[in-house]
């Protein structure tokens, strides 16, 4: 059975909000806060300092009420926000915030921007885009049901499940839906357990055309509730009903998932999102810059589109970064500015991801120890994951193929340069070797 505390809970709601905020936002407030106590119906939750306390509950106290009433199924459930009293804040006064719940018990949220309008279609998401389209235009008479859409962190997966749900909300549109995430779905579904009625979980799939569900990736390890959605996605599936699912991996590798679920799950369009292409992420900056008013110059524009490549999250952090700084200190945004803001978001991403760490996670998958990678053998099973390190450390981080020649040992560039072509090669030929190193990049990332 899956259990559920009131840490658990807000662990759940903290997931949630992350998904609703920006990434910087949901950093610099509500990362590092626990869950501190029950005081009768109030979940109290600590932060550093009673300026944060007092921020939250300015800024999202409404929104995490909202969280919390619909994950714990009750409106008496209330959220006090406090403060570390060791540390009062800049205001230098401790303060005891606490929210209460209101109305609204729309478990609906949507983004006002994440519409086709806001979405730029490139070559590395035409596809994705493609179907997203047509289910919204169409429902029933496609063959993309369900529409499967995949793609690593920060590429538009949440954007585009959203689009579709505004264009569902058009005037005029008489389609009904409901657009869920996944923890969402899991903890409803505790929630039914424990109060040994499904009334609530059933209704989620009632009465609807559309089931919209973000990052079913979580249903991993919830044996019970993918069992009871198995057989809700049958139903609506063979009642003609659209269903739409997102998800950082494709079907097949959502391992400890049951078969048949993973086979309904590949039986109408997978499409995946790449990492954008250049032109893309530049078209994405300018839609960004124009959203922000802000004034910013085609070569600055293009120094960010050339050092930002892998996340289009990230693209936008900096672009809202830069606009804060320029309106708070009325300065333009020029080169200099946007590289130091480069420098400092890249900074924290590749201070995680050294050659050592990469090194050792691929060491672990493969079962040899780090230095026998960096060492001198040559057999198969100490090569290949050697050459599995070099040309992820190449991908992940910013070394030269000389850096990394030294790193092992002293080889050179040209035998680097060798490792990363042949372990290209090899993962053509063996999809095996390609999961795996999925799979090891997906930890990297995660770290
Ligand atoms: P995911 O759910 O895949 O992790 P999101 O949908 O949250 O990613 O996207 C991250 C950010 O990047 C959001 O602010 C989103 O609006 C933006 N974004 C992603 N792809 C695009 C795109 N093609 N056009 C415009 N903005 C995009
Ligand atoms: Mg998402």
Redesign the pocket.
Known sequence: MESFNPSDLWNLCLAEAE?RL??TEFEAWLKDSTYEDINGTRLVIRFRNSFVAGHVKSRFGEMLDDIIRNLSGTSELALQFVGDPADPGPSGTERIVSGTSSSSSDSTFL?S??TFK?????P??QLA?AGALAVSRDIGSTNYNPLFVY????????????AIAHYLRQEGSKRTFKYLSTEFLVATFIKSVLQSDFTRFNRLFHDIDYLLI??IQFLKGKVETQEAFFHRFNELHQHGKQIVL?S?RPPHELQDLPERLISRFQSGLVAD?KP?EYE?RL??LH??VRDEELEVSQDVLDFIASSIRK???Q??GVIHRLAAMSRLTGCSIDMDLAQKEIRSSLGTITRRLTPGNITSIVAESFDVSPSQLKGRQRKHSVLIPRQVSMSLIRELTSMSLTEIGSFFSGRDHSTVLNSIDRIAELKEKTPDLERKIAEIRRKLISI
């Open positions: 998904k920006e990434a983004r921007n994440y806001h979405f730029v279609v490139g590395s998401n885009h793609g690593g962190v920060g590429l538009g997966k949440t954007h585009l499940i959203q973000d990052d997102t950082d999102i954008p893309t078209a994405i839609l960004l996340n289009v999250r693209l936008s």
